[in-house]
């Protein structure tokens, strides 16, 4: 799976964090063109940044949510996305390289894989806190 396909292919039905989801994808695509050329590690590492603030803020909503629907897996996946958040972290450091420490993978395949395998997992079981219009 690729980024590109991430964007529609895991949709919760809840507008607002499938905006998000999207705009993180977005991200992690502006992450994976400026490690292709050789002479942006600044650039990866503003990005990487962006990307931990804008995951920051998407998690904050997401747990608002779980907090208001009184989620019965709120503790699970609030520690899921602390797990998230430091998986962002190691792979900033590990970007240097181009390769992620956590899982062995190229920069891009260890992004697809944080990403589609939270929403997947994770967020999946978030659709039945939509309202009726999403």
């Not at 503790?75 to 899921?80: E, G, L, R």
């Not at 992004?111 to 009726?132: I, K, M, Q």
Request: charged share 30%; proline share 1%.
């Amino acid at each position: 799976m690729s980024l590109t396909n991430l964007k529609d292919g895991l949709n919760t039905g809840i507008d607002s964090l499938d905006y998000e989801h999207r705009k993180l994808v977005g991200v992690m695509e502006a992450i994976c063109d400026s490690f292709d050329r050789a002479d942006s590690a600044p650039e990866v590492s503003d990005l990487f940044g962006k990307l931990y603030a804008e995951a920051s803020a998407h998690f904050a909503l997401e747990e608002s949510l779980m907090r208001e629907k009184k989620y019965r897996l709120y503790d699970a996946h609030k520690a899921d996305h602390e797990q998230l958040l430091d998986q962002i972290r190691n792979m900033m450091e590990a970007c240097e390289d181009g390769k992620c420490t956590d899982c062995g993978m190229n920069l891009r395949a260890c992004l697809e894989a944080w990403f589609a395998g939270h929403v997947t997992e994770a967020d999946s079981g978030l659709r039945g806190l939509a309202g009726p219009s999403g």
